[in-house]
């Protein structure tokens, strides 16, 4: 079970785009889904983004998701003040076992 | 639209067991590709994994918990459980429980319960 590296924190304006990356070893990579969830302290986490860049239903199309390579990102456009959250990848590298990235805190300036 | 509910004592003791139980509605337990998932999270840290138990019995625990944990489903209640035992203080978190959806999402989360593990 291999570790994601996410930033710990990102930032930015309302109105702006911002993209968090999360970078792993095997996790990351050809055969591995990788998927988003942001979680509002005392909240139920949410899923944005499965399958690499795949939005459910009802999900903002502000929130888009790619892969490159061992680096997934999700990337947040027109940011908005309820967009201030934790957000955490996810990957299994294929396998029955996921893991998560450390969570990134996203702060609206 | 299904919805997960954790519930459990929220106050363990150290050398105890911590049990919780996740209740679903809105679906059945019986959905096949449907992994049902425990997740905690630390104080001040991320969210881990800790392992998940299908409709049929197959279970997959998270290695790091040292074969600590036991997760059972009863389906005529349609609710699942995750017994951690014995527990320290570092077992101390908020627990999630969480639907795995073909091993490649977590579509459905409770609210998340915080335990405590003290004297």
């Known amino acids: 079970q291999s570790a994601l590296t996410q930033p710990a924190s990102v930032s930015g304006s309302p109105g702006q785009s911002i993209t968090i990356s999360c970078t792993g070893t095997?996790?990351?990579?050809?055969?591995?889904?990788v998927s988003w969830y942001q979680h509002h302290p005392g909240k139920a986490p949410k899923v944005l983004i499965y399958?690499?860049?795949r939005r459910p239903s009802g999900v903002s199309n502000r929130f888009s998701g790619s892969k490159s390579g061992n680096t997934a990102s999700l990337t947040i456009s027109g940011l908005q003040a309820e967009d201030e959250a934790d957000y955490y990848c996810?990957?299994?590298?294929?396998?029955?076992?996921?893991?998560f990235g450390g969570g990134t805190k996203l702060t609206v300036l | 639209q299904v919805h997960l509910q954790e519930s459990g004592p929220g106050l363990v003791k150290p050398s105890e067991t911590l049990s919780l139980t996740c209740s679903l509605s809105?679906?059945?337990?019986?959905?096949?590709?449907?992994?049902w998932s425990w997740i905690r999270q630390l104080p001040g840290k991320g969210l881990e994994w800790l392992g998940y138990?299908?409709?049929?019995?197959?279970?997959h625990y998270n290695p790091s918990l040292n074969g600590r944990l036991t997760m059972s489903l009863d389906a005529s209640k349609n609710h699942f459980s995750l017994k951690l035992s014995p527990v320290t203080a570092a077992d101390t978190a908020v627990y999630f429980c969480?639907?795995?959806?073909?091993?490649?999402?977590?579509?459905?989360w409770g609210q998340g319960s915080l335990v405590i593990v003290s004297s």
């Open positions: 138990i299908y409709y049929r019995g197959d279970t």
């Open positions: 969480a639907v795995w959806v073909n091993w490649y999402y977590f579509d459905y």
């Open positions: 399958e690499d860049d």
């Open positions: 809105g679906g059945s337990i019986n959905s096949g590709g449907y992994y």
């Open positions: 996810c990957s299994s590298a294929g396998s029955n076992t996921p893991s």
């Open positions: 095997n996790d990351v990579g050809s055969y591995s889904l």
